[in-house]
């Protein structure tokens, strides 16, 4: 066949998100950016009007037209009567980030770690960006207070990812026309993406791959003590966090859960041995270093416990030191019989 013959080539139809025209706001800057990460809305066209005939002539439509319906690719939040939450556990109701979140987070979460769609770690690292990223833009933007019983804040943070998004709308007094205000909406945009991928790569790249440690060294923890009271890392990597949210999902009950962590010093070459608190933000601890250690430093500390290597137990005994793994290890077994 020649190439006069040859059929045309079938060119790309580009799909085309809608969106309201006017001030704009986080919670669809940052949808907009999400639909451009999936496969179907990739480098998508953007059209922002309020014209229902507009509108329809989009193939997804977020944050106006007042319906929600996923069949039709609509995801409106305003609506009378919507009540859409993510679900597992989280109460917050959606904004037009949360919806297209909802319906696409995996995917896009998926696409950005090469990870398989149903790999657990995908729903895992989707559930805590909603926690830590997502659900503030939809309690923002759906009016819902931080504080529940109407306290009145000591100070004033408007360096929110919503409010910043809210400063790149023109001024009341400017005069600018719509092709303006479109341009510094997609401005909007990427900045609410780089900050979701951001979030999106730490927690990927170093929160999951901590909680992975915390999990084998829970796992792990009768190895190093019969007791099971003692975590041991050969590494360094941020804990706290991660245990507690383990221990939930594992319901362990009080008298199996560990209460001294040991691991080495990330800057000193040392190796510490840490009191888990008795939550999160707690600095009361389960079990404290001994008292009679507490204070004590180098060989007034080696001398009183009789384990060579002290280097210090903290005043309230939350914290101590060793020079060698095996000492850490030491006053941690010590410090369980006291």
Known sequence: MSTAEAPAKKQRVAKVIGTHNGTFHCDEALAVFLLRKTNTYRDADLKRSRDPAVLDTCDIVVDVGAVYDESKQRFDHHQRGFTEVLGHGFQTKLSSAGLVY???????????????SNDVQVTTLWL???????????????????????????????TDLSSRVGWLNPAWNESVDSQSVDALFEKASKLTGEEFIGRLDYYSKAWLPA?????????????VDPSGKIILFEQYAPWKEHLFEIESELNLEEDLKPVYVVYADETAGNWRIQAVPVSPESFESRKALPEAWRGLRDDDLSKASGIDGGIFIHASGFIGGNQTKEGALAIAKAALTM
């Open 102 to 116: 909802k319906h696409f987070g995996q995917e896009i979460i998926a696409s950005h770690t090469q990870a398989p």
């Open 211 to 223: 909680r992975d440690l915390v999990v084998s060294a829970l796992a792990a923890r009768m190895n």
């Open 128 to 158: 805590k960006l909603y926690k830590e990223f997502i659900e503030a833009i939809d309690a923002i933007d759906n009016g819902i207070s931080q504080y529940p019983n109407d306290l009145s804040p000591k100070y004033r943070s408007r």
